[in-house]
């Protein structure tokens, strides 16, 4: 009795460790889709709405995914410090690491067409971070749950 309830347990944590995996991966697609929309909107919203860089930044706080960093950037811009040194500072940390270099090198100086032709290639960069992380993500999903599957098959084969 005891080796079935061991077996049971072994199954049920594998799962959730597969699907702990597998949703980690889904949202840092989803936060890399997320910023590519933001900036997109940001971008719009300078070139046809005459909108100023501060009030684009403010308009993207109420995202989902990615409002968070938003959020902070805005804080901080209420604090007198550089616009490009909270934004690397607010982007420094997001994962994966090509998705933060790309936001960090962002050029917010210069004119209106400068600064959404920065926005726009930035967007175009991580939808093509995302597009790669998508494509891996199906095969590593199918392998994590078979590696998974395998593992908790021998471990209950030895337990049994």
Known sequence: MGKWIGSLLLIG???????QWIVSRRRTI???????????????AIR???TPLP???SDQCGRDHSGC???SIQKNLNSNLPLHQVWSEAF??????????I???LELTGDEVRITGSLHLAAAQL??????????????EKLSVAVCVSGVSLLIILLI
């Open 13 to 19: 944590a594998t799962a959730w460790l597969c699907a």
């Open 30 to 44: 989803a936060l890399l889709q997320d910023l590519a929309a933001a900036l997109e909107s940001m971008e719009a």
């Open 48 to 50: 046809w709405q005459k």
């Open 55 to 57: 009030k684009a930044i």
């Open 69 to 71: 960093y938003f959020r």
């Open 92 to 101: 420094a940390d997001v994962q994966p690491t090509e998705a933060g270099e």
């Open 103 to 105: 936001l960090c090198r």
């Open 127 to 140: 939808r093509e971070v995302a597009q790669g992380y998508r494509q891996r993500q199906r095969e590593q």
